[in-house]
């Protein structure tokens, strides 16, 4: 059984984008922020904090969740990875960011990470989703540039290159 | 924006949590899903001593055919249930209703158990567990009691929970049938419902209708199907429904007649 008192300070490790880390927090320190402050993964991006805009989606163990609506202390010993796990280490993107560059499916970039996050789980497990099903997917994020039209675009650009 | 303050406990078994529920009694929250406990917590809207995250006990983490019904334990995650190769079969009304609860990512964490536990008026799940005439299992150091849906939702967010018991699953009995129907209208796909209206036919002529929306919790009320227009209207009026920012009392009253209208034809048309 873990047990920590409040205040108290713990020391939290699991595995951010295949590497192992550890760093202090309290009980209730969000992931987002503990990836933020504590990790200085800024990737992730922090915006309504209470699991309606979907800028902070994350993935823990493959599935894609909001990591403002997790405590730091829940994600101990899990797989989290982030939007820095995304493109090649020499900076080539992957098809899915290189897609939404294409597409225009941005514009400040602010709730970008999140709906990356969102449909690399998603389209793990459904490579040929429609349009239908994206914009399902959709609605569980805010983006206030675009209109949404080239996100749509670029993911099914993705779903119709998948294998 | 940050919760204040809480001891945190992640009991290993259902028995461990169950004696940290007895120490803390209502000080304490179960943290299962987070997707309704940690906005409030983030927005300070509620407050808790303790977080007792029962996410990880194993045993929690099960959907089991008890033959009459479906036992979904604390730890399912509503995409889990989602996911389960017989739910169209078994359970067609919680199929038709889950792809309304929230959004794809927050019912990767979300539980069943845990939309049960919050009691939102207008929450999809809640709703389909009294339509169906479901059930709830309570732990506690006391012993184990099982209360009908109706028994247990009380009022807005409020519940016959005692402080130190554990939902520790939700029972959906198994469908006689095909003969059901779900409807809702939602500000946006995903939302809260401002009317969401369930109905399952019994036969060919009668229908268990719910409405989530219109009170502090689902109401039921069985309609002849011959005379179903002039009983729902009569319901609705009955029912008043009550006002808020989405929604006047007489819009609501206006949703129920029209949703319940198209479930009601629709799960009859199902069952035949």
């Not at chain 1, 970008?112 to 793990?124: E, H, Q, R």
């Not at chain 2, 889950?98 to 939102?120: E, I, M, Y």
Request: proline share 4%; charged share 25%; glycine share 8%.
């Amino acid at each position: 059984m873990r047990r920590v008192k409040h205040g108290e300070r713990l020391r939290v490790g699991f595995t951010l984008n295949g590497r192992k880390l550890a760093a202090d927090a309290e009980p209730r320190t969000l992931l987002c922020d503990f990836l933020r402050h504590a990790l200085g993964a800024t990737g992730t991006h922090v915006g309504c904090e209470h699991g309606v805009c979907g800028a902070c989606t994350v993935l823990i163990d493959g599935v894609a969740t909001r990591s403002c609506l997790m405590l730091a202390v829940q994600a101990e010993g899990r797989e989290v990875k982030t939007v820095e796990s995304l493109a090649a280490p020499d900076g080539t993107l992957n098809p899915l960011q290189q897609a939404f560059r294409d597409n225009h499916a941005l514009q400040c970039g602010f709730c970008t990470p999140g709906i990356l996050m969102s449909f690399t789980d998603y389209l793990s497990r459904n490579p040929h989703a429609s349009e239908a099903e994206i914009r399902d997917v959709l609605s569980g994020h805010l983006c206030r540039c675009t209109g949404y039209a080239g996100i749509v675009a670029a993911v099914k650009e993705v779903t119709k290159s998948a294998p | 924006m940050k919760p204040r303050p809480f001891d945190y406990i992640r009991p290993d078994t259902v028995e461990e949590a169950l004696a940290l529920l007895a120490e803390y009694g209502d000080d304490a929250r179960i943290l299962a899903g987070g997707q309704s406990l940690v906005p409030m917590l983030n927005l300070r809207i509620v407050e808790a001593e303790a977080l007792i995250d029962v996410s990880r006990i194993a045993a929690l983490d099960s959907i089991r055919d008890l033959g009459e019904a479906i036992e979904i334990g604390a730890a399912v995650t509503q995409n889990k249930l989602l996911a389960w190769p017989q739910l169209a079969e078994k359970l067609p009304l919680v199929a038709a209703v889950l792809p309304h609860v929230g959004h794809f990512q927050t019912r990767n964490k979300g539980t069943v158990c845990g939309s049960v536990a919050h009691a939102d008026p207008s929450s999809e799940l809640p709703l389909a567990l009294a339509v169906l005439g479901g059930e709830i299992v309570l732990k506690s150091q006391r012993g184990e009691r099982v209360l009908a849906a109706k028994d247990f939702q009380k009022d807005m967010l409020t519940t016959a929970r005692a402080g130190d018991e554990l939902i520790a699953a939700v029972r959906f009995p198994v469908a006689q049938g095909p003969g059901v129907a779900f409807r809702e209208v939602a500000r946006r796909h995903g939302d809260f419902a401002i009317i969401a209206v369930a109905a399952v036919a019994e036969n060919k002529s009668s229908v268990q209708l719910g409405v989530g929306g219109m009170a502090g919790k689902p109401m039921l009320r069985r309609i002849a199907a011959d005379a179903a227009e002039e009983a729902v209207r009569e319901w609705a009026d009955e029912l008043e429904g009550y006002e808020d920012l989405h929604a006047s009392a007489a819009m609501r009253r206006d949703l129920l007649r029209n949703l319940a209208s198209l479930a009601i034809k629709e799960a009859i048309r199902c069952a035949a």
